[in-house]
């Protein structure tokens, strides 16, 4: 079965780091493109960051400087390390899978994850 | 960068039918994808590339996209589709790849 589990959110007060984890089966994040999508309490979907091909990152420009997409294909798991955390980025964070279609390649998410829940606040 | 626009919210009775609007600068040109989020829970894919769906996806569910509009359509809408609803395009012309609508409440009445 394709799944996408996510862990490491938590309390951590404003300035802090924090290392999400997102652990796949069914599937290689090697093979695939990989994204970090957010939400606030009562917000919508934000696109936070991406891994493509082969090293190639992209980070929102809320998050530019400050959070860094990463993947160990060894242990089959995507992660989001977040360094200077503000109450801003308090939100619950999903990890995706994004799937395209020749010939055009407009990606999609067709997995998600759960969730886990990040809280900012002193 | 680019812009999703989507109505704040919809509302419809059961067994009628429901369409979500979502808005962008020549959106035909693009693929949209959609997705159904209810309470708690993680968004799932509904419709992908315009108008196709994945396996298991009621077919009251479709999708159209032309010109500066995509639209999703609810059809026979029952009270288990009362969710957010959210359109999605990939940006490639900039780093903002994954570009989402501001999403919208769709309410059974």
């Known amino acids: 079965e394709v799944q996408l589990v996510e862990s490491g959110g938590g309390l951590i007060q404003p300035g802090g780091s924090l290392r999400l984890s997102c652990a796949a089966s069914g599937f290689s994040v090697s093979n695939n493109y990989m994204s970090w999508v957010r939400q606030a309490p009562g917000k919508g979907l934000e696109w936070v960051s991406g891994i493509y091909s082969g090293s190639s990152r992209h980070n929102a420009d809320s998050v530019k400087g400050r959070f860094t997409i990463s993947r160990d294909n060894s242990k089959n798991t995507l992660y989001l390390q977040m360094n200077s955390l503000r109450a801003e980025d308090t939100a619950v964070y999903y990890c995706?899978?994004?799937?395209?279609?020749?010939?055009?390649?407009?990606?999609?998410?067709?997995?998600w994850g759960k969730g886990t829940t990040v809280t900012v606040s002193s | 960068s680019y812009v999703l626009t989507q109505p704040p919210s919809v509302s419809v009775a059961p067994g009628k039918t429901a369409s979500i609007t979502c808005g962008g600068n020549?959106?035909?040109?693009?693929?949209v994808h959609w997705y159904q989020q209810k309470p708690g829970q993680a968004p799932v894919l509904i419709i992908y590339s315009d108008n196709h769906r994945p396996s298991g996806i009621p077919d009251r569910f479709s999708g159209s996209n032309s010109g500066n509009t995509a639209t999703l359509t609810v059809s026979w809408v029952e009270a288990g589709d009362e969710a957010d609803y959210y359109c999605?395009?990939?940006?490639?012309?900039?780093?903002?790849?994954?570009?989402f609508g501001g999403g919208t409440k769709l309410t059974v009445l």
């Open positions: 995706a899978r994004l799937m395209g279609l020749r010939p055009d390649y407009q990606y999609y998410m067709d997995v």
């Open positions: 999605q395009v990939w940006d490639s012309s900039s780093e903002h790849s994954v570009v």
């Open positions: 020549n959106i035909g040109s693009k693929s």
